[in-house]
């Protein structure tokens, strides 16, 4: 924690969370705008006269609704320090952030932008749910697809503006990939986690199962089938590698597991298929124009809700062998054709207006304008 003695200097845009700060400031944000990030958990105190009203005046302008007081004072706190900037835009990569929200919902002077950053699912939101109230109300919004929309329509969540334009991180991946040659069966997208010994989460131990269960299913499918195989990884980590290395050999290949290097996104199109269990790069992957096989055994509504022939739900191992054998022998321009209008629904991905195109030209626009609150 650090103390300041004086207020911060104004600038243009303030980024919530450090998540995502290089690809905003290499690629979104022009170089004429300035910018500084402010942690959503506060690292810098300024103790200033100005910071003492306007913390003063927020705490008796907004009414707290909080069961707890210090929780309400924290977050009077942060927005006091985004208010200090005096930007025109504040903007995150942690589309699910709460305390974005809460910010949106407390200041009307100032235009929000979230970048989804992920898959959104009701189950994620119910477990939280269990521990805070969860109020979701997005000023601008680019996200993956109409699909997601949707979902927040759903929730009972809102969204002021949607702009559905794909993934950030997708379209970051293509500018360093070019064309590749197949040279896998399957890309497997790891969905690792290292767990404790006890879980008490019924949810947590289902998704858990089903990646076992998948794991060994798979090993033996690439076995009986003569099917080279490719881990996608996560992380770079010893349990993680280990934990592969014990289920398909020593001699499985797998990526650096570096995120930097876009690794998995090249690994899936090094591939014919392309397989995960709730897994964004899945659906990514299916914006590349790859095969992908969502593996699913819980039969379970509330996990990675897409349609057919995104996810498809397996009673047993003959069902998945026969259901991989089909994907992978269907000619590619067959399966981009009978997936395109469900692609578009959840990523609606455009090489001509990447994401980071989109979102730069929105931030533009709002900065030109004179009066850009609406």
Known sequence: MHLKFKNPDKVDIV????IGKSFFTEFIIDKKYSYNVV???????????LMFW??????????????????????IYLLSIVQLYRPKIIMTFLDNNLLYHWLIRNDKTKRYMAIQNGIRQKFEFDILEKIVPVEINHDYYFCFGEYDIDFHKKMGFSIKKS????S??????QLDIKEVAK???????????KTSKTINCSITNEINENNILLDKYLQQYCKANKKSIIVALRSHSNDEINYFKSVYGNDINLTSGHIQTYASYKASNQSEVTIAYQSTLLLEALAMRNKIIHIDF???????????PIKYVYQNYNDMEKYINKIY??????????????????????SSKPPHTVVHNQINRIMEKKHYVN
Do not use: A, H, W
């Open 15 to 18: 980024i919530l969370d450090s």
């Open 39 to 49: 942690e959503s958990k506060i690292n810098i105190v300024f103790l200033t006269p």
């Open 54 to 75: 306007t913390f003063l005046k927020n705490i008796f302008t907004i009414r707290n609704k909080e069961k707890k007081i210090l929780s309400f004072i924290y977050k």
């Open 163 to 166: 702009i559905p334009c794909g």
């Open 168 to 173: 950030l991180r997708l379209g970051m991946s």
């Open 183 to 193: 040279q896998y069966d399957i890309c497997l997208l790891s969905n690792y986690k």
């Open 298 to 308: 819980t039969n379970n509504s509330i996990f990675f809700d897409y349609k057919e």
């Open 329 to 350: 022998s269907m000619d590619i321009n067959k399966y981009i054709e009978i997936t395109k209008e469900l692609q578009r629904y959840v990523m609606n991905y455009d």
